[in-house]
């Protein structure tokens, strides 16, 4: 039997990852999938099988004594072991939020590339650098282990030029300031699962709303991507759990010269304290916000519905039309009133809500005869990285 893979997703303070089995001629087979969360504050372990049962968690002392990344990957084999999910593994797969310019496909990891993917630090300042960083510990606790790096932005590579554009002259273009786009991993999914879905066709104008913590859509065009809500980073765009979306660049002017900030406590502002959680003063998770009786609740959720609206006809409007808008993420899958909202105030696209299937959580989400249909399919970046790897690594 195949030995599995490791699947990778690290963040600031987590280390997601999930495993999977290879099999010739079909997808990989799930078998477990958990998270450190907290690293180097309060850490926390949970993880599960595939069939959704909870599995035991490392002792107290163990857990204690895991200060970085680092410190989780090299527990993570032991475990793995001790639980029956595999004593070796056959390769790892990794997100990788940015591929830059140079990388539009999944690649195996190599020094060389791994040096190229450090470079893109700058561009992610907030990821990338967490990426790279479980890679290179990986790779020094198991060299001969085969990696790969599976890109957020590689959905997006093949946009217009015009899509692609910020308007800064060209000089700046050249050293990478453009719209780059991110979540291509879940775009990637669901597009396909979409397809399978339908029976093998897709709608040839979709509108994907990828709405988690983070938070962006997506314009697909005949299954590719054709136009995004973020851009240069992972700031632009709808309002977000506490990042700030689209934002008048006036604006940070006006900060920078009047309230004199300095570049770290713009940063704070713009990633950890605004969207939902500066709308409202006391949240950035939307559940807790749906069942607040707090005006200020009512009035993020009103501004986090209104930018997904409005960017669903600017992305229409690339498209020439819609013919179908696609919820995901964790926000997209679960919350029934965000979906019903902004269905309701998009009725004038063809979107004709039932409101007894979006309860239900679908997957389609408007009467059968409406122009334009809307869907929920949940998302499995994961997935997406174990069909990579494994195709690279030719298992």
Not at 43 to 50: D, E
Not at 126 to 134: F, G, R, Y
Not at 165 to 182: C, H, N, T, V
Request: glycine fraction near 10%; charged fraction near 20%.
């Amino acid at each position: 039997m195949t030995a599995p893979l490791l699947i990778l997703n690290a963040g600031s303070s987590s280390l997601k990852f999930a495993l999977y089995r290879p099999s010739a001629g079909a997808d990989p087979a799930p078998l477990a999938r958990g998270q450190f969360a907290g690293i180097g504050r309060a850490l926390a372990f949970s993880a599960k099988s595939a069939d959704g049962h909870p599995l035991p968690s490392p002792d107290a002392a163990t857990l204690a004594a895991i200060r970085n990344h680092a410190d989780a990957l090299l527990l993570l084999p032991d475990w793995l072991a001790t639980n029956g999910l595999g004593q070796d593994l056959a390769g790892a797969g990794h997100r990788v939020v940015h591929g830059g310019t140079r990388f539009a496909a999944p690649e195996r990891i190599t020094p060389e590339i791994l040096d190229a993917l450090s470079a893109l630090e700058p561009l992610a300042p907030h990821h990338q650098p967490h990426n790279v960083a479980a890679i290179r510990a990986l790779m020094a606790q198991h060299p001969a282990l085969p990696q790969v790096a599976c890109f957020d932005t590689a959905f997006h590579a093949f946009m217009p030029a015009t899509a692609r554009s910020l308007g800064l002259p060209a000089a700046y273009e050249a050293k990478g300031m453009r719209r780059y786009g991110f979540h291509g991993l879940s775009y990637e999914y669901v597009t396909g699962r979409l397809r399978q879905l339908l029976g093998g066709t897709l709608p040839k104008r979709l509108v994907i709303a990828h709405l988690g913590n983070g938070a962006s859509m997506a314009a697909v065009l005949d299954g590719k991507g054709h136009a995004t809500t973020m851009g240069f980073s992972t700031l632009d765009g709808i309002v977000m759990g506490t990042r700030i979306g689209s934002l008048d660049p006036g604006a940070l002017l006006h900060l920078i010269r009047e309230e004199k900030m300095d570049l770290k406590a713009l940063e704070d502002l713009l990633y950890n304290k605004s969207g939902l959680l500066g709308l409202s003063g006391f949240s950035a998770d939307m559940k807790t916000l749906l069942e607040s009786p707090e005006p200020r609740a009512a009035a993020a959720i009103e501004q986090y519905c209104y930018a997904i609206v409005r960017h669903t006809g600017s992305l229409a409007a690339a498209l020439g039309g819609l013919d179908a808008l696609v919820f995901t993420g964790g926000v997209g899958e679960n919350a029934a009133p965000i979906r019903a909202r902004v269905c309701r105030d998009l009725a004038w696209l063809g979107i004709e809500l039932d409101e007894a299937a979006n309860a239900r959580g679908g997957p389609l989400l408007t009467r059968t005869k409406a122009r334009t249909a809307a869907y929920t399919v949940p998302t499995d970046e994961e997935l997406v990285i174990a069909r990579h790897t494994a195709r690279l690594l030719e298992l």
